[in-house]
């Protein structure tokens, strides 16, 4: 489906459901109405498989949810990306932390993988510092984000030099010309008919001045 298909289908949708009413949208306002459903709906699944118990440092990852999974698989990336003493750039389209491991440097120039770094609240790291059972060593780093990076230490005498991640990234954006890739682009659809026919129906809306930049009346 193109972006174009997905624009007539939500027009087509809201003549269905709003015969009554004589507005006339743009294509350019549902095209941002999908963008956001789009990404609405990217979080609220990432966020149903959470409250099902996948947290980001769970080892099963996604795999508890099946359905859930095969929708957003298309959105999972894996990176590597090089760090300098333990920290990387998140990358530019970077949503939702999935899992990730690091690589790291030893003393003696050796390197070895862990599979096991524990991801930590930033406020929690004096706890974590201070504590001789939770320091991060090179069997469990300790990793965190902070701003748009996210660090990782590996102990004294160990550097962290790249980090493997996964994620879930933001949704392309979607254009008239682009392919949706979304496997949930029917929901994105019915998401933004919701959103359009709310912004139509909500008082404070039409009293904005803005709302005939939006949208053209007849």
């Not at 201070?130 to 469990?140: R, T």
């Not at 996210?150 to 994620?167: C, E, H, M, R």
Request: avoid cysteine; glycine fraction near 4%.
């Amino acid at each position: 489906m193109t972006g174009k298909d997905a624009v007539l289908q939500v027009m087509v949708n809201l003549n269905r459901l709003n015969t009554a009413s004589n507005r006339v949208i743009q294509p350019e306002v549902v095209l941002l109405m999908l963008n956001k459903a789009a990404l609405k709906l990217t979080k609220e699944k990432y966020f149903f498989n959470i409250n099902r118990g996948i947290a980001s440092n769970d080892r099963e990852g996604f795999q508890k949810n099946q359905y859930s999974t095969d929708e957003l698989n298309s959105l999972v990336v894996t990176a590597s990306i090089n760090a300098v003493n333990g920290v990387a750039p998140l990358p530019s389209d970077y949503l939702f932390h999935v899992r990730h491991s690091v690589i790291i440097k030893r003393a003696d120039n050796s390197e070895t993988v862990s599979h096991t770094p524990k991801l930590q609240k930033i406020d929690n790291l004096g706890e974590v510092y201070s504590d001789p059972f939770n320091k991060p060593n090179e069997v469990e780093p300790v990793s965190f984000f902070s701003d748009n990076y996210i660090q990782s230490d590996a102990g004294t005498g160990n550097t962290v030099t790249k980090i493997l991640f996964n994620y879930l990234k933001k949704p392309e954006e979607i254009t008239l010309t682009s392919v949706v890739k979304l496997a949930f682009i029917d929901d994105v659809i019915d998401a933004a008919v919701t959103l359009i026919l709310d912004t139509w129906e909500s008082p404070r809306m039409a009293t904005q001045p803005q709302i005939n930049e939006i949208f053209k009346i007849k």
